[in-house]
């Protein structure tokens, strides 16, 4: 997967390219959207508890502000990248336009693996990086989670911005504990959003989701959310992978076993539930509904002509390449972009940020109904504005959509 990791930048540009031309959006708006707006790059010393030294390098990508303060995303990998920040910043950008969130993109990071820090080295890391990210509050910049942070590094990160402060402002940092003032909701929203995107596609292609035969890739967070919600509502598992390895039953797995199996051992492979299958394997097998919740560019030229299912809901960030889109879509599979489908989760920390501004906590049954109303609202206008387009893929029709607020927000403002 990490031969591709330049590439994914270069791969978002493509379909911002694409969209605006399909879209009709100007030429000064594409210009200034081909590049961020801002980025700030920094070093990060570190004594480490061994006694040596290490510098670790880090950054944050502003990519868009003009409907409204940047949001979200610190990831903390080795192969963490400028690039890397700079396609989830402008994915984040169109996530937030295509789900009528008054926020901008944002992305940020450091180079460094988690698993060889202390819980110490990492505190001190964490802390580092908010020091030397110096975020204004929630009306400039909101550092939220993702790999390498969970909610326990968002911790260190609001206690480090409000000893900075001298204030407490919980809405200050997003994907914190409810404890510090975070979301109920927040873990799951994700993967239902991934179910609810899939159900409305059902709905577009006339079919229910009781009987749908779906396989999944990834079954972490997003992906075991995703099919707790497709098995309740009497839907069937048919495989399912993970970076150990996949198994598949056409008869449908029985989530409950696989769960369990996967805290034992701490993978999918070796399921006794079902026959082994290939971790990418798994795409090309007979069902209705492909969801890859797992790693970008698992759905390339190659594989993409032996999709067999006519929907494809994408959990993980750019699963599906721009030449694999063009040929599922000449194949009239349906692709629900992760733009829309994986949106739970920012729809959940928009929701985090009015709690904390509000001082007003929501219990769980708001949280999934207000996440429902608003991820339906961005399928339905993003199937409206691929409509416009003349029969655009979904993709399409939500960065136009996306991209038409954004191109109206920089006029408004008079930068363009
Ligand atoms: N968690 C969120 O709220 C959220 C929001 C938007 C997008 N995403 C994206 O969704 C994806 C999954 O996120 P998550 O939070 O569930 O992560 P996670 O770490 O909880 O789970 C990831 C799963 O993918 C599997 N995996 C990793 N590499 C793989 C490979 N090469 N082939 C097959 N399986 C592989 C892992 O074994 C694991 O089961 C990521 O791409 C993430 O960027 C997550």
Redesign the pocket.
């Known amino acids: ?1 990490e031969k591709n990791k330049h590439d994914v930048f270069e791969e978002a540009v493509k379909t911002l390219k694409k969209a605006g031309e399909i879209g009709g959006i100007g030429e000064n708006a594409m210009a200034f959207l081909e590049e961020p707006k801002r980025i700030q790059q920094f070093r990060i010393p570190l004594k480490k508890d061994d006694g040596s030294f290490q510098v670790f390098e880090g950054c944050r990508v502003h990519y868009n502000d003009a409907i409204g303060p940047v949001r979200n995303g610190t ?1 903390i990998r080795p192969e963490f990248n400028v690039a890397e920040a700079k396609a ?1 910043g402008l994915f984040m950008t169109i996530k937030h336009a295509v789900a009528d969130i008054p926020a901008g993109g944002a992305k940020g990071g450091i180079r460094a693996d988690v698993g060889k820090l202390t819980q110490r080295e990492m505190e001190t890391l964490v802390r580092s990086y908010i020091r030397a990210l110096n975020p204004k509050g929630p009306w400039s910049d909101v550092p939220g ?3 390498g942070t969970g909610q326990q590094a968002m911790s260190w990160m609001l206690d480090e911005y409000e000893q900075l402060t001298g204030h407490h402002c919980p809405s200050a940092i997003n ?1 914190k504990p409810t404890s510090l003032g975070g979301s109920l909701g ?2 799951e ?3 239902r959003g991934v179910f609810l995107t899939m159900r409305e596609a059902l709905k577009d292609m006339g079919k229910p989701v009781e009987g749908c035969r779906a396989v999944l ?9 995703f099919a707790d919600m497709l098995v309740a509502s009497g839907g069937e598992l048919v495989a399912a ?4 390895g ?1 198994v598949t039953n056409s008869e449908g797995l029985d989530l409950a076993a696989l769960k369990a199996h ?1 805290a034992e051992t701490g ?2 492979a070796g399921f006794s539930g079902g026959s082994p299958v290939g ?2 394997e798994l795409f090309t097998l007979d069902c209705d509904v492909v969801a890859p ?4 560019n ?1 759905i390339h030229e190659e594989n993409a002509p032996l999709i067999k299912a006519k929907l494809i809901v994408e ?5 599906v390449t721009t030449g694999a889109d063009e040929i599922l879509h000449k194949m009239g599979v349906m692709v629900v972009p ?1 733009v829309v489908a ?5 729809i959940v920390c928009h929701f985090e940020r009015t709690q904390g501004l509000s001082d007003q906590y929501w219990d769980l049954e708001t949280v999934y109904q207000k996440l429902e109303m608003r991820i339906t609202k961005a399928y339905r206008q993003s199937a409206e504005a691929a409509k416009q387009a003349g029969g655009a893929s979904l993709r399409h029709g939500a960065w136009i959509f996306a991209l038409k607020r954004v191109e109206e927000a920089m006029q408004l403002r008079g930068w363009i």
């Open positions: 997967m990831r989830l989670a993702d790999i994907d927040g873990e929203a994700t993967g890739q990834g079954f972490g967070q997003v992906g075991v959310a992978s993970d970076i150990t996949g996967v993978g999918v971790i990418d919740c797992a790693v970008h698992v959990g993980a960030n750019g699963p992760d994986n949106s739970g989760g920012v």
